[in-house]
């Protein structure tokens, strides 16, 4: 009875997590070409920015040669416009002959030999957002076969140009077909952007089977109400979001845009703190090869990182949204420890916002705080009021953990 019982649990949790392909158990670290290159095709005039086979090796030589690697920013990651106008003779896709003069294998191989890997960016509907050309139902297998012979490591599936019964029929062929061909390939899913983001249309528990991550938002551009728009609307459908989120399938808020034009320093630091929080995936769109050293500083940062990549992948939620302005978000991780973040919606000086530990759902006791921007360390009981200083549209990040010395067991 027991080993029926056993048998019957373990096929009902293959049922359930059906995409055991075994990647991304954290979420995916990385480079993504889109929001900072987008279509720039005109290699003529402006050779150093355009989609090009040269971009995304100097985008490697700077994550393999600055630190980046290091921190787990592996992926290089193509998107949009890299393609022929034209399929080849055997109706395969195919690089532009002239920006992608080496193909795409030898790109995979530039990637390999400096332990960084490959994504490629593809389109369900019959032309992809640009009017390049699509991956129709009846091309999914062999697209997916091509990039597997390429050796590229993850592929974007976006849905332009595609009706919701191609999308249903599409999405999970993909999945099947990238399964199926015999590469472990990262696969990341814009289907709910196409179906208005939310249930009932979109179904997140089946796209935890089929995609490692997804898109559930519209495009983040170089702003910060951009930015401010993708944090309230993953903020405010948390109980939705949350429970879908874990090891190898995330939901992603988009590229960061760390050390491009539209943010301050701390909108920097607030997108990536909040990125931290969401587990989100972290695929870089800028320039690394003219990046600020402040920018980089925060997108490197240490701790902000292993807050993203904990090892239990629980999204964090929003636990106070204050009438001043001020929110605060935690996320559970490993080892007794949580990371909590105060963000300041003002417009005026830095807020003193006063508070504990014990408000903010911990147990009386003492803790160890890890300021993570500032870097500074100190104690702090649960019952003790504190008061942080957040700056306008920017935040104030902690680590929380309890001392070992004092480590009195369980606290969630
Ligand atoms: C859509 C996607 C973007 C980008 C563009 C490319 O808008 O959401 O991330 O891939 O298409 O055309």
């Not at 390999?112 to 050309?133: F, M, N, Q, W």
């Not at 390939?185 to 249930?199: A, E, F, K, T």
């Not at 301050?264 to 972290?282: F, H």
């Not at 980089?296 to 904990?310: E, F, P, V």
Request: proline residues 5%; hydrophobic residues 40%; negative net charge.
């Amino acid at each position: 009875m027991v080993l029926v019982v056993l048998v019957f649990a373990s096929a009902l949790s293959v049922a359930t997590f059906a995409l055991e392909n075994g990647l991304m158990r954290t979420p995916p670290m990385g480079w993504l070409a889109w929001e900072r290159f987008r279509c720039n095709t005109d290699c003529d005039s402006d050779p150093q920015n355009c989609i090009s086979e040269n971009l995304f090796t100097d985008m490697a030589d700077r994550l393999s040669e600055d630190g980046w690697r290091e921190l787990g920013y592996v992926y290089v990651n193509i998107d949009d416009c890299w393609s022929s106008m034209e399929r080849d003779e055997k109706g395969r896709l195919q690089p532009d002959p002239e920006r992608f003069p080496g193909g795409i294998p030898k790109l995979a191989r530039y990637m390999h030999d400096r332990g960084l890997k490959l994504g490629i960016y593809a389109d369900i509907g019959s032309v992809t957002c640009e009017g390049y050309p699509g991956t129709p139902l009846d091309k999914i297998e062999t697209d997916a076969q091509t990039f597997a012979d390429w050796e590229v490591d993850m592929l974007k599936f976006d849905g332009c140009h595609s009706n919701a019964t191609e999308q249903e029929q599409g999405y999970p062929l993909m999945s099947k077909a990238l399964k199926a061909s015999g590469r472990p390939i990262g696969y990341s899913c814009s289907w709910p952007v196409y179906q208005d983001c939310l249930p009932p249309k979109v179904n997140y528990t089946q796209l935890g089977e089929l995609c490692n991550l997804w898109r559930n938002y519209y495009d983040i551009e170089d702003s910060w109400d951009s930015v401010q728009g993708i944090i309230d609307w993953f903020f405010d459908h948390q109980d939705v979001l949350i429970p879908v989120a874990g090891p190898g399938r995330w939901n992603d808020p988009d590229m960061l845009i760390i050390g491009n034009f539209g943010l301050s320093m701390d909108q920097s630091r607030t997108q990536m703190a909040l990125w931290a929080i969401m587990a989100a995936p972290l695929f870089m769109s800028n320039d690394l090869r003219t990046i600020s050293s402040g920018a980089r500083s925060i997108l490197q940062n240490k701790m902000a990182i292993s807050i993203n990549q904990d090892p239990l992948g629980i999204q964090g939620r929003r636990i106070v949204k204050e009438k001043s302005g001020i929110e605060v978000f935690w996320r559970p991780l490993s080892n007794n420890a949580s990371a909590l973040v105060f963000f300041s919606r003002r417009n005026d000086m830095p807020y003193r916002y006063q508070t504990s530990l014990r408000r903010l759902n911990y147990t009386t006791g003492i803790y160890k705080i890890f300021d993570v921007f500032t870097e500074k360390t100190m104690m702090l009981k649960g019952s003790t009021d504190f008061v942080v200083s957040v700056n306008h549209t920017g935040v104030v990040m902690w680590y929380v953990s309890v001392p070992a010395e004092l480590n009195l067991g369980q606290f969630y």
